[in-house]
């Protein structure tokens, strides 16, 4: 499942640089997460990195996007061979 960046951010810009994907970017209010990039850092930490440094806890899993640790490693090595 991707995760989904919630109405509560308060742009203070820690999330976008953290993620190894580059599926978080500037929306028009506020951040957001591509569901398409987003593996919830499978493949690169133990745990997802935007939510260990959001400081008013506004990131949560995507209910509209939900996807098995194997669905996100798959897209994570799809991604990471695009890539290279």
């Given at each position: 499942m991707s995760l989904l960046i919630t109405d509560e951010c308060i742009n203070c810009d820690?999330?976008?640089?953290?993620?190894?994907?580059?599926?978080?970017?500037?929306?028009?209010?506020?951040?957001?997460?591509?569901?398409?990039?987003?593996?919830?850092?499978?493949?690169?930490y133990d745990t997802s990195q935007c939510v260990e440094?959001?400081?008013?806890?506004?990131?949560?899993?995507?209910?509209?996007?939900?996807?098995s640790y194997e669905e996100l490693y798959t897209k994570y090595n799809q991604i990471t061979q695009q890539a290279g």
């Open positions: 820690v999330c976008e640089p953290e993620c190894p994907n580059g599926a978080i970017s500037q929306g028009e209010e506020i951040y957001v997460i591509d569901p398409n990039l987003c593996t919830e850092c499978v493949g690169h440094v959001c400081p008013v806890d506004c990131i949560i899993k995507n209910p509209d996007h939900e996807e």
